[in-house]
């Protein structure tokens, strides 16, 4: 198949043997392989087509070819879907554009052009947490907790803004190649709000099995996105991701919607695996049915975090002893005294925080990513 990047076709698939696009005309031996669009974006890729858009990667010509990401929503589905997904798009570029995170896109440009509208964005150069999980399988709880301390901060940044995610999930949630940062994308269905916990209901945005009771009714608060999160941990840690069957029915092996109980820690249990039990004890709590039972912002989350697993974490001989086999592929003997040093000057370090300062010895980037792979 021949894909036309011309982000004006609506046709843009083509069979091999055609020259000539039959969507828009364009000549297939150029506008399959690059198109140059508003001057200075060169589309050399769709990442993905669904029903209402695309998404491309392309280079800005004027910024020495920096790579972006460029989403375009097709206008054509009349009513009201059309002014829905209009409004979740537009809502996205306003909330990208009042946020300053290194963990959240940047957003380049917005703008309309042939009745559809473009936002331009940083592109993310790596994998989400579900394609990591096609790729690895479950996720170790050392990873958890590394997701845990890498994206709490980002949403305690978020709700300080008055910002509510409402749609975390393994999808929404990428790691940059490079550094192993994890990075929250798709802000369509974000809200500005407040904090109270009598606002009035609003749109119920969300995607089962990993949005809230309260999500699903129309209101939501700080207090979702930790479920959300959480919802997104337990479902990595025993590999039980929510389908549905050849009839379109609802598949959950871990959630009794019927008396609304996660039974992930049964799940595992069955399995043969242990998890700490304070690193449990926070799951649970971030997973409160009643959004008063949980806690009520990601800060307290982390400070728990930090406070009660952190010893335990620095005292773990099997990762410590990975730390420096690992280490010692890359730099030899003086392994173990860099391991030592870094313990002795960091008491209470935590594992994502060591294996950040140990890649700093290794002097070969590409090392590095695979460091970072090994331990996380």
């Not at 440009?109 to 009745?115: G, K, L, S, V």
């Not at 009714?217 to 549905?244: E, K, Q």
Request: neutral net charge; aromatic residues 10%.
């Amino acid at each position: 198949m021949l894909y036309c990047l011309n982000p004006a076709c609506y046709y843009p698939k083509n069979p091999v043997d055609r020259t000539v696009c039959h969507g828009c005309g364009e000549d297939l031996s150029k506008s399959s392989k690059s198109y140059l669009f508003r001057v200075h974006y060169r589309l050399t890729k769709c990442l993905g087509e669904g029903a209402f858009g695309r998404t491309y990667l392309a280079e800005d010509t004027d910024l020495m070819g920096e790579p972006r990401t460029i989403k375009k929503l097709i206008a054509g589905t009349s009513g009201s879907m059309q002014g829905k997904i209009r409004e979740l798009f537009v809502r996205e570029a306003q909330q990208l554009y009042n946020l300053n995170h290194p963990q959240i896109p940047k957003l380049y440009a917005y703008f309309e052009q042939d009745n559809a509208l473009y936002l331009v964005q940083e592109f993310i150069d790596g994998d989400n947490l579900s394609q990591e999980f096609s790729q690895t399988g479950v996720f170790s709880e050392l990873k958890i907790k590394s997701i845990l301390q890498d994206l709490l901060p980002v949403l305690d940044y978020l709700h300080t803004h008055k910002i509510i995610h409402r749609d975390i999930k393994p999808q929404n949630i990428m790691r940059r190649q490079q550094t192993g940062q994890l990075v929250l994308i798709d802000f369509g269905g974000a809200k500005q709000t407040s904090t109270n916990i009598q606002s009035q209901p609003g749109t119920a945005i969300y995607t089962p099995g990993y949005a809230p009771i309260e999500q699903m009714m129309g209101h939501s608060y700080p207090a979702s996105d930790i479920y959300s999160l959480a919802a997104t941990s337990v479902r990595l840690l025993t590999g039980c991701l929510p389908t549905t069957d050849r009839f379109g029915n609802f598949q959950d092996e871990i959630y009794d919607r019927h008396n609304l109980r996660w039974l992930w820690r049964e799940y595992l249990q069955k399995q043969g695996k242990t998890i700490n039990d304070e690193l449990g004890n926070i799951l649970d709590k971030m997973l409160a049915i009643m959004v008063v039972d949980r806690y009520q912002s990601a800060k307290e989350v982390l400070d728990i975090l930090h406070a009660k697993i952190s010893v335990n974490l620095q005292l773990e001989p099997a990762f410590l002893e990975r730390c420096q086999r690992e280490l010692a592929r890359y730099i030899g003997p003086m392994s173990s005294f860099i391991l030592q040093d870094t313990l002795a000057k960091n008491p209470r370090i935590l594992p994502q925080q060591l294996v950040d300062v140990l890649s700093t010895e290794i002097p070969n980037p590409q090392n590095v990513k695979q460091f970072k792979e090994a331990l996380l």
